[in-house]
């Protein structure tokens, strides 16, 4: 079972909007067994449409196409099909009375322009759309080997709401049933703080190339991860390797791996903290990342009430009782201010702990002394106040990120009562 | 001139990184005047690196490859560019010494696997790096037809810094000075608050396909945005010709185009404020979001110097004195309790205006009566407070980026002086 995975859209390859769903669609397929062979994209241009789905028909079991099915004339990609696989456009009556209706229900006539979206090629099956207008397409287009075989195209809608509905009402469910092939089973373990060929290092000969499962790194947002991908025939053994070599992983890195696949650095505070302990925030150069990332995590509230953001020094007195003298000496960005600013905050908010954060995010306002990426993160508990001096590299955005993560990353490692090893 | 862009990496088709690479590069190559006929991501297998380096190169001009140059045996791209070139890996002296320096100089010995980095196929040219430790490559590989021909091939490495650094060091200059072929300019008008087809209806025929410049609309995070493609030979038509279908765009949509290209709704608005007014904030369910926005962009200390995120009723309170009996009767999602966060923020800050945001992100928490994405939101400014009520559709991280760029946009039309047109 190998899968292509065809993305249409003009703003796509002219780099206007960056492609996630076809990462979305590949994860869900390496659970149900399903290598994808290639991602592809092309511009809203009905012969590059027709040509890139033929030729990765050519090649593959199942063919993933989203987008190109809006109401307007750039959407192009059911005519490209229903020329590829030589068959007229034709109306699902049922589908028009469907778009009618939901444009009533809302008080407004269906603009004629959407009568498109309730159109695909003779023989094809309709899918049907839970969250949006675009009728979906399941067809069938012959290939010449094996003799009587197939490629199974699914079109379904760009938009990523749409997509994901399709393919999880729709898609994966036929592709499931269709079975067969080597199961890949996928975990992914992330680690914050050091870097790639460091971990390599620690990690020897579990990164071999020949290896199965194979153990690879990558690096997304500070956050280095090892992929651990375990290719079998059945799903037993996949799951057994990967378990094994996921656990050998972890003996050599053991707390530098902070959580696995979906699992981000401020869900696994968050777990650490429940039912425990609190924590509250007073930021500077992060201007409330650090609280916004508390807070993507649902149920955040039973250990986060409250933070500050104390962008300027003003703020930094006036909220949170920074002294005057302590900000002219040592200037916003140092220890002692992000000391007073962690330990006001927690004695302020009532909260187990606080972090802070100050630093140079760039682009003006570096010295030779603190030069932009230069951070300090202090981490207040009801025992005592550490801090701890880091250089980001990167532009505003990254040294921004990178801060907010080291807070929580320091934070992690305090609640797991062990020292930051690195 | 034509380009394909491909990536490399087994956690790219595997789903587990996004590929914004390929739209980075595209966006370059749009301003060269590079047409690009199709992205490609195949995973970290030689045999498939090779067959898509071959068909790549068999239909465009130029070949942009990023990934696979890392030091770990999972890194094959320079293998199987040397297969296809039909050329050995070369060691290339001067960077193994260069290599060698830059890890003594953090005080180690440079690990034998970086060695493979400084090897290239041979006859190819070097590309230097100057954020990291892979060298780059430049090939030229002939083609078929027109006779003499070749299709030239740059290989980067994947780390975004890297790929970034040696193309705009040596990729786009040598396609620059290559010249020749049609001009593609663009340009990106950003809308936030009226759906797509609704947008459309206003644009009537600039968004007809046949059209050049053409317009088209794409949604991304809740902004729609119309993209203005105009396709002539000389940059002179182009621009004008561009410049001619932009301000159709403004005559149809007028202020509710917020801002063109790499423009953001923080930036728009933090230009309105800039020496003129300063604002607060004040964020129950958005947790920061808002005030990380508006600190997003270099120079906002000097519109805003505080924010506060009182994310628990207690802390609603305490921090900012909403009373206990608003909140008792309305509820923290509420508009007497936004009103009152804003006014008292504004007054506690001292800003000109304050923004308060308080909504059910979900996905717990939805009633009958406030479902999951209900989110007040006021503006408070000296002469009074506005509050508006919006349901935001999508999961929780769509509700609060949605609640927080609305804010912003309410925020924006009241320093453009209008009533918000939605």
């Not at 690879?216 to 090892?226: H, N, Y």
């Not at 007073?340 to 003006?364: F, K, Q």
Request: aromatic share 6%.
């Amino acid at each position: 079972m190998q899968a292509i995975i065809l993305s249409i859209g003009d703003e796509l390859v002219l780099g206007q909007t960056v492609d996630t769903n076809s990462a979305w669609i590949s994860q869900q397929l390496a659970r149900i067994g399903c290598a994808v062979l290639a991602h592809v994209t092309v511009p809203d241009d009905q012969r590059e449409i027709e040509r890139a789905i033929a030729d990765a028909s050519a090649r593959c079991d199942w063919l993933i196409v989203s987008g190109g099915l809006g109401p307007t004339e750039d959407d192009l990609t059911r005519q490209a099909l229903g020329h590829v696989l030589g068959e007229p456009l034709e109306l699902r009556e049922d589908w028009l009375t469907e778009l009618e209706k939901f444009f009533r229900s809302r008080g407004r006539e269906m603009p004629a322009s959407n009568r498109i979206q309730a159109m695909i090629p003779r023989g094809a099956m309709p899918i049907h759309n839970h969250a949006g207008t675009a009728l979906g397409i399941d067809a069938r287009l012959p290939r010449s080997s094996p003799p009587g075989g197939f490629c199974r195209i699914f079109v379904v809608p760009g938009v990523p709401k749409e997509m994901k509905g399709m393919c999880e009402a729709h898609v994966f469910p036929a592709m499931r049933s269709a079975g067969g092939g080597a199961v890949i089973l996928s975990r992914t373990l992330h680690t914050f703080g050091l870097g790639e060929s460091h971990l390599a290092e620690k990690l020897g000969t579990l990164m071999r190339r020949d290896r199965n499962p194979s153990v690879g790194t990558t690096v997304s947002g500070g956050i280095v991860s090892l992929r651990v991908n375990a290719r079998f025939n059945s799903a037993e053994e996949a799951s057994q390797q990967l378990e094994r070599t996921s656990r050998e992983c972890y003996d050599a890195l053991g707390q530098l791996i902070f959580g696995e696949d979906g699992q981000t650095l401020q869900q696994v505070v968050g777990d650490l903290l429940k039912g425990k302990s609190t924590v509250t925030t007073a930021e500077s150069c992060t201007g409330g990342l650090l609280a916004k990332m508390l807070t993507d995590i649902p149920g955040s509230s039973s250990y986060f009430s409250s933070g500050w953001v104390t962008y300027a020094n003003e703020a930094k007195q006036k909220l949170l009782g920074v002294s005057d003298e302590i900000l002219q000496q040592y200037g916003a960005v140092s220890e002692p201010v992000v000391n007073a600013m962690a330990r006001n905050a927690r004695l302020r908010a009532g909260a187990t702990y606080a972090l802070a954060i100050s630093g140079i995010a760039g682009p003006e306002g570096g010295t030779a002394d603190k030069p932009v990426g230069t951070t300090w993160i202090a981490l207040a508990t009801p025992e005592a106040i550490d801090a701890r001096r880091s250089v980001f590299a990167g532009d505003r955005e990254m040294v921004r990120d990178r801060a907010a993560k080291m807070a929580l990353a320091l934070l992690r490692f305090k609640l797991l009562g062990m020292q930051t090893p690195f």
